[in-house]
């Protein structure tokens, strides 16, 4: 892909850029898929460029089925993420594996993502006396069932436990 290019500038979110005379984006911190993760808000035109920082109920095949379940470090930052796009209310969603989102589709979509934190950290509550194998399958029953690479599960699960105060048993 070419050589290493030095990171220069760290985004932080709130930075606004002016990419041209009547054209300003800005910078928003949106956390959860991992901590430093950043998206772009243009306010013309009410698009949201986020990547991974919201992904519903996980990713879906090319019927619309979900099979793989959303990789979050950080539950409490992805349901900010979520909630402060809500409150920006884009007309249109970008995100790294989904078709661009519109109107009310974008709004259903963002919900359906604090849906999934909330019953994660409810599994964890549950469940938090299993060891993670056990509960990785348990949180696979009733967050999934994931077909596609399910033990990426782990991470939202373990970050529920860490949200907690609660440490994986082996």
Request: glycine residues 10%; proline residues 8%; charged residues 25%.
């Amino acid at each position: 892909m070419g050589a290493d290019v030095p990171v220069d500038l760290r985004l932080q979110g709130g930075e606004v850029f002016r990419l041209g005379p009547a054209l300003s984006v800005e910078i928003l911190h949106v956390p959860g898929h991992s901590p430093g993760h950043v998206g772009v808000w243009d306010p013309a035109s009410r698009s949201a460029i986020v990547q991974d920082a919201v992904m519903g109920r996980g990713l879906l095949d090319t019927d619309g089925n979900v099979i793989h379940p959303p990789p979050l470090v950080d539950l409490a930052g992805a349901e900010r993420s979520a909630r402060r796009l809500l409150e920006l209310h884009p007309e249109r969603l970008l995100t790294a594996h989904y078709a661009v989102m519109e109107g009310e589709e974008v709004t259903a979509f963002l919900e359906q993502t604090i849906d999934f934190v909330e019953r994660a950290r409810k599994v964890v509550r549950s469940h938090a006396d299993l060891p993670l194998r056990e509960l990785l399958a348990q949180g696979d029953a009733e967050l999934g069932p994931f077909t596609s690479m399910p033990n990426e599960l782990a991470a939202t699960l373990r970050a529920g436990l860490q949200e907690a105060g609660l440490k994986a048993r082996p």
